[in-house]
């Protein structure tokens, strides 16, 4: 079973943390629902075949990452990275990477939308930006071309700061935002 998709979004989420909160080789937790975890390894619908599923994705990520712990409460998997698979994480980013540039953006004062908008145009012409209206955020901005990620953002300009979450395609397809 193919479980790149898996591995490639716990690197991505590994990376956005560090690049936020700063890298320490220490051990670190990660949650995802069952429907997010069904989009990465499609035909586990059941708890049960999942659970299964992500004990193999750990036993064949072992080597690389060291001992990953899975457990469940329901429908809501935790992911337990040892301090090598976040060191493997750590190694792998590089500081011009477009997530890192996007949370230095964001993170200056006076960050503005436009600079946000600026920033995603610097990797790419096919960028999609598209103002919201249904109060959960402002701004929706994409690469139509998946590159360099794929991951819808979700902008909220505060006034002051810009907040944002981003999420894979089809996690934002399922919040089914109007």
């Known amino acids: 079973m193919k479980y ?10 590994l990376t956005e943390e560090q690049i936020k ?5 220490e051990t670190v937790r990660l949650y995802y629902p069952l429907s997010s975890l069904r989009h990465f390894l499609p035909g586990n619908e059941e708890i049960s075949q999942m659970k ?11 080597e690389k990452w060291g001992e990953i712990a899975i457990s469940n409460e329901g ?3 935790c992911f337990t990275i040892p301090p090598k698979g976040v060191d493997y ?3 792998l980013k590089k500081d011009t990477d477009f ?18 908008i600026q920033l995603f145009y610097q990797y790419s ?21 998946g590159r ?3 991951f819808r953002y979700c902008i909220r300009d505060e006034g002051s700061h810009i907040s944002y979450h981003r999420f894979t395609i089809e996690d934002y397809n399922d919040f089914n935002f109007l």
């Open 75 to 77: 429908e809501r998997f």
């Open 52 to 62: 299964k599923t992500l004990r193999k994705f750990a036993e064949t990520r072992k």
């Open 4 to 13: 790149s998709k898996l591995e490639n979004n716990i690197i991505d989420v």
């Open 125 to 145: 012409d096919e960028v999609c930006v598209e103002k919201t209206g249904h109060g959960e955020f402002d701004y929706l901005l994409y690469f139509k071309n």
């Open 148 to 150: 360099p990620d794929s």
């Open 21 to 25: 909160l700063g890298y320490r080789s």
């Open 89 to 91: 994480v750590h190694g």
């Open 99 to 116: 997530i890192c540039e996007f949370i230095r953006t964001i993170q200056e004062r006076g960050c503005t939308i436009d600079k946000v």
